[in-house]
């Protein structure tokens, strides 16, 4: 119990900061209630990721727990954004950068690829802190 609210609390973390980062493309649900149960869900879909693992019979390493967790933010993300109240995915532009020689030019970014990213950053930010925790 204690390692299950402990896993709880951190993943809660990571995904509101990692949504955070997004603060352009997704908007978040005013309501306290809102905002606690999608924070909630993501989190409760990231921590089904392993006994889903376990239940298909595939072993659960750092990438196959990174691959099956983005695959589940992906999916319950699009289902967030058509049935929560409040949640917004938008269009939104990325701004150009000039770091020396490198630029990168000025382009929109679409609630697709919004969901993608979040989805990636968030499942590889759960995965290495799982893989943390463990050792």
């Known amino acids: 119990m204690k390692q299950f609210i402990k896993a709880l609390l951190a993943n809660f973390f990571i995904l509101f900061f990692v949504i955070g980062l997004f603060k352009e493309g997704i908007i978040l649900p005013e309501g306290g209630l809102y905002l606690f149960l999608t924070l909630l869900i993501l989190t409760m879909t990231v921590l089904i990721a392993a006994p889903l693992l376990k239940f298909l019979t595939i072993k ?42 490198i630029q990168v030019a000025s382009f929109v970014v679409s609630p697709v690829l919004t969901i993608v990213l979040v989805s990636s950053l968030s499942s590889l930010i759960c995965s290495i802190y799982r893989q943390l925790d463990s050792v």
Do not use: R
């Open 60 to 101: 659960g390493n750092f990438i196959t727990y990174f691959i099956i967790t983005a695959l589940l933010l992906v999916g319950v993300l699009f289902l967030l954004k058509i049935f929560m109240t409040g949640l917004y995915i938008n269009d939104y532009t990325f701004e150009a950068i000039s770091l020396g020689s």
